[in-house]
């Protein structure tokens, strides 16, 4: 694969689209991977020879030797759960050493403030309904990431894993934050003891002792990694369509999560990407609150979840399963500068009679659309078009070439293409990472 500069992988969807697995594929002709945003709300599930692997923080990369995986100041860092993952992975026999892994010290840190605070506003705003008795709640994870990011922008507040590396730095800012952080937990109604700055500088220094060989002036090393002609390959993690910016506001992460947030989330130009592959759930899925116009509530919808074990990676929480919005894909490889698509979980849908893709929606004054609507309030509203393709019976999951298909998934596949106007570059038929099916009939190479 041509990756001269880098490649990124980004989901095309509300996340869960299997990007851990085709990172770790793609990881072969790269040297460096790098995560760019989001937190330990993301969960990657990579599964090598039968060795099933689930990931939160760290890049997917790690499980190939021989490359630098990389945290990039756009990502929050929970360190207490990345030391967990770390000593995890090594217990395994994975090499997670610091030629290995390095964290930017510009990440901002996940403190048990935020986490607290998260659950409280999930619970208030469920119980302040607004017009229409709208349930206000995100639906988020409860990870902390929204408030660390918000603290981010507030600046003040903010810790960085860089500050974690001197604890009079870091006794000083907790001083003031631990202060403000008690007042509005018991605000917000917490019944919790008043934070203590001297029990958290204690506990977060020794874990800052602990990572110090890993963190770095990450942008820095990622400029010279170009220089010196490494490939790069960015990892995202959440979706497009959870996009702070470009999703389904409100109902988003708190990240810049397309392709978009890869610069300030490295301190690399968008220059250095010459391919963008866009990753596709063969059928849609969606955890937490937010519009969903292709869910299905009935049998096809179940079927969908327990074929295809649509159940949080981090969370544990069952997905709310539907059929594929074309429309929603479009606009996302749109926004991602798609060149390329992988679609996963093909083998989810062998057995159905009849499938459906969504190519337009309409509007509540009757009008049609090909345009996707970020607004959730607006999407809420609109009522899916769908066109109708005869579905297969065949079990895909021995299948390795492109050939082996059959007629009526081959026609599947087209229709993404031609109603994206993006080549399917590779197709997933089964969770390992020898069951990829590298597309021969994708006219662009991404």
Request: hydrophobic fraction near 40%; proline fraction near 4%.
């Amino acid at each position: 694969m041509d990756a001269s500069h880098g490649t990124a992988v980004v989901g095309l969807q509300w996340g869960d689209e299997g990007k851990g697995k085709i990172v770790d594929l793609l990881t072969a002709d790269h040297d460096v991977i790098v995560r760019y945003n989001g937190g330990a709300n993301a969960g990657h599930t990579v599964v090598v020879e039968g060795e099933r692997y689930a990931l939160h923080l760290m890049p997917s990369g790690i499980l190939q030797d021989g490359r630098v995986c990389v945290i990039g100041n756009g990502v929050v860092v929970d360190p207490a759960q990345l030391l967990s993952e770390m000593e995890g992975l090594q217990a395994r026999g994975i090499d997670v050493t610091p030629q290995r892994l390095l964290i930017s010290d510009r990440s901002h840190v996940v403190m048990p403030y935020h986490k607290e605070h998260d659950a409280a506003m999930e619970q208030v705003l469920a119980g302040a309904a607004g017009k229409g008795d709208e349930n206000l709640s995100i639906g988020t994870t409860k990870r902390g990431i929204g408030p660390t990011y918000a603290d981010k922008v507030h600046r003040s507040m903010a810790i960085r894993m860089g500050d974690l590396l001197d604890a009079s730095v870091l006794r000083a800012r907790l001083d003031v934050v631990c202060a403000i952080r008690s007042r509005e937990l018991e605000a917000l109604g917490v019944d919790v003891p008043e934070l203590d700055p001297a029990a958290l500088t204690e506990a977060y220094a020794a874990i800052g002792q602990q990572l110090a060989p890993y963190i770095t002036d990450t942008v820095y090393w990622l400029h010279g990694a170009i220089n010196d002609g490494r490939r790069l390959l960015f990892e995202g993690a959440n979706a497009c369509l959870l996009d702070i910016d470009h999703g389904t506001f409100p109902y988003v992460t708190s990240s810049s999560c397309s392709t978009l947030g890869i610069a300030p989330g490295t301190g690399l130009p968008g220059s250095n990407i010459d391919h963008v592959v866009g990753i596709v759930k063969a059928y849609g899925t969606r955890v937490g609150e937010g519009p969903f116009p292709t869910e299905d509530l009935g049998e096809d919808g179940d079927l969908i979840r327990e074929r295809g074990h649509e159940y949080g990676t981090t969370t544990g929480r069952p997905r709310r399963c539907g059929w594929l919005d074309l429309v929603a894909v479009k606009y996302s490889a749109m926004v991602c500068g798609a060149t390329s698509l992988s679609i996963m979980l093909m083998d989810v849908l062998s057995g159905f009679d009849t499938l459906q893709l969504c190519t337009g929606y309409r509007l509540s004054d009757g009008t049609v659309t090909d345009r996707f609507l970020p607004d959730a309030r607006q999407l809420a509203q609109v009522e899916p078009i769908y066109e109708s393709l005869p579905g297969w019976h065949e079990d895909l999951t021995a299948m390795t070439e492109d050939h082996e298909l059959p007629t009526n998934a081959q026609a599947y596949l087209d229709r993404i293409e031609s109603f994206t106007g993006v080549p399917v570059r590779f197709v997933s038929v089964g969770p390992d990472r020898a069951q990829t099916i590298r597309r021969t009939g994708a006219a662009v190479q991404g």
